[in-house]
């Protein structure tokens, strides 16, 4: 199998449209994603505070690692799902989503707080989300394709393309607003 080159623009944009495509797969609502990153700022998403099912959502958090595996392990258009490519590619993964960070806003670390034990890495529910992403891959892509155009982009614009929906001047607007918001640095 031919060697996936990918930059760290598609990486963050799969990562972070992983978070998303799983919270808006449960009908949950993110304010904003952004894949914006360099001199001390993170690619990240924002969920409503208010939402408190995603805080502690096991798929949710999982859901980045996923789909970074997934871009990692298949070319787009693949017809068969390979779990010990992708299951190569998650362990290669890791490091990006948090494994071994003293970070306690990284995925493994929101994991950790939600009860996930990490004494045996979470492979089987990990190839249970590359499965999903796999059977569901046009969508997927059509996802991490936006985020990778606009770098910031609401939820709401996400989730018309996710649901095939018109996508409005107000939503592009309201990404606007988002825009400014993703470039206040974080602190991981």
Known sequence: MARINLNSTQI?????????????????????????????????????????????DIEFWLGGWAAEAYVRSHKRGTNTFRPFLFVWRAIAARKH????????????????QAGVSFRVLP????????????EDQVSFYKLVDSIQSNYTMSGEWLAAIADDLPVTPEMRNKTLEMTVESYKPRNH
Request: hydrophobic content about 35%.
């Open 97 to 112: 989503a948090g494994w071994g960070s003293r970070s306690e806003t990284s995925d493994v670390a929101r994991l950790d």
């Open 12 to 56: 963050n944009a799969a990562h972070e449209i992983g978070h998303f495509y799983f919270a808006h797969r449960k009908g949950q609502e993110m304010s904003f994603v952004s894949i914006v990153h360099g001199s001390g700022y993170d690619p990240f998403n924002a969920f409503d505070p208010g939402q408190p099912g995603l805080r502690n």
């Open 123 to 134: 492979f089987a529910r990990l190839l249970s989300l590359g499965k999903i992403i796999h």
